[in-house]
């Protein structure tokens, strides 16, 4: 710091006084004096708990400020998810359950949004195809409609009535709980299928008469096989 001051140079200097205990910061400014060629020096001493105060304040409202953002932040996320989350999750339900077979569903989302719009598109669709079930239900003969692998995906009502079994109760199971004499044996329709023979005939535990069972493939949009219907 002497050798600024001799020299006419600006100096900082800090240091805690043996007094008091107080670390101070001292600046010098050079400073000339008429038309004298000795440098003078203009010293300023701050203790550095003033200069750090306002620092220190600045940073606990930054960080406060900081924090209560966060927070907001946080809970609008929140807000927001399950806005959107909640609403996913009831039409997720909604389309298992057509999946299942339960076309009387309700799927209500009355926001004009894509959810909205997805939800009337699945409620459309389960109308739909309630009404393609009940056609099948309409029909006097029974309707039978296996996978490959032979287990039911669909029976109509014409069904029940003749075998006494429920929808709901055998959907998924192997469509020998019909059982009718060509159950299990070469003269079920669908080995007759495979055989490349499309019609059969069987009688019905209980009932008195001989029935024409007629079994063709089911395919998909790709024309692939994928069930058969009795």
Same mark, same amino acid.
Request: with cysteine.
């Given at each position: 710091?002497?050798?600024?001051?001799?020299?006419?140079?600006?100096?900082?200097?800090?240091?805690?006084?043996?007094?008091?205990? =107080?670390?101070?910061?001292?600046?010098?400014?050079?400073?000339?004096?008429?038309?004298?060629?000795?440098?003078?020096?203009?010293?300023?001493?701050?203790?550095?708990?003033?200069?750090?105060?306002?620092?220190?304040?600045?940073?606990?409202?930054? /960080?406060?400020?900081?924090?209560?953002?966060?927070?907001?932040?946080?809970?609008? =996320? =929140?807000?927001?998810?399950?806005?959107?989350?909640?609403?996913?999750?009831?039409?997720?339900?909604?389309?298992?359950?057509?999946?299942?077979?339960?076309?009387?569903?309700?799927?209500?989302?009355?926001?004009?949004?894509?959810?909205?719009?997805?939800?009337?598109?699945?409620?459309?669709?389960?109308?739909?195809?309630?009404?393609?079930?009940?056609?099948?239900?309409?029909?006097?003969?029974?309707?039978?409609?296996?996978?490959?692998?032979?287990?039911?995906?669909?029976?109509n009502k014409a069904v029940e009535?003749?075998? %006494?079994?429920?929808?709901?109760?055998?959907? %998924?199971?192997?469509?020998?709980?019909?059982?009718?004499? =060509?159950?299990?044996?070469?003269?079920?329709?669908?080995?007759?299928?495979?055989?490349?023979?499309?019609?059969?005939?069987?009688?019905?535990?209980?009932?008195?008469?001989?029935?024409? /069972?007629?079994?063709?493939?089911?395919?998909?949009?790709? %024309?692939?096989?994928?069930?058969?219907?009795?």
């Amino acid at each position: 710091v002497q050798d600024a001051v001799r020299t006419g140079k600006e100096a900082t200097e800090e240091k805690e006084s043996l007094s008091t205990g =107080i670390r101070s910061r001292t600046v010098f400014v050079p400073v000339m004096i008429g038309q004298t060629k000795t440098p003078w020096s203009f010293g300023v001493s701050i203790p550095m708990d003033k200069v750090m105060a306002n620092a220190r304040d600045m940073t606990i409202v930054g /960080v406060s400020i900081g924090v209560v953002a966060l927070l907001i932040l946080v809970a609008v =996320i =929140i807000m927001v998810s399950r806005s959107i989350t909640r609403p996913l999750v009831r039409l997720t339900q909604g389309a298992q359950a057509i999946a299942d077979g339960q076309l009387d569903v309700e799927m209500k989302h009355d926001s004009q949004d894509e959810l909205g719009a997805l939800a009337r598109a699945l409620h459309e669709m389960a109308q739909k195809l309630f009404m393609y079930v009940s056609s099948l239900d309409a029909v006097p003969f029974p309707v039978s409609v296996t996978d490959m692998n032979m287990n039911w995906v669909f029976l109509n009502k014409a069904v029940e009535n003749m075998t %006494g079994l429920k929808r709901a109760e055998m959907l %998924g199971k192997p469509c020998n709980n019909w059982n009718a004499d =060509i159950c299990k044996t070469e003269r079920c329709g669908i080995e007759c299928l495979r055989r490349g023979q499309k019609t059969s005939f069987f009688q019905q535990p209980g009932i008195d008469a001989d029935f024409q /069972v007629d079994t063709a493939y089911m395919h998909n949009v790709k %024309g692939e096989q994928i069930g058969h219907i009795e």
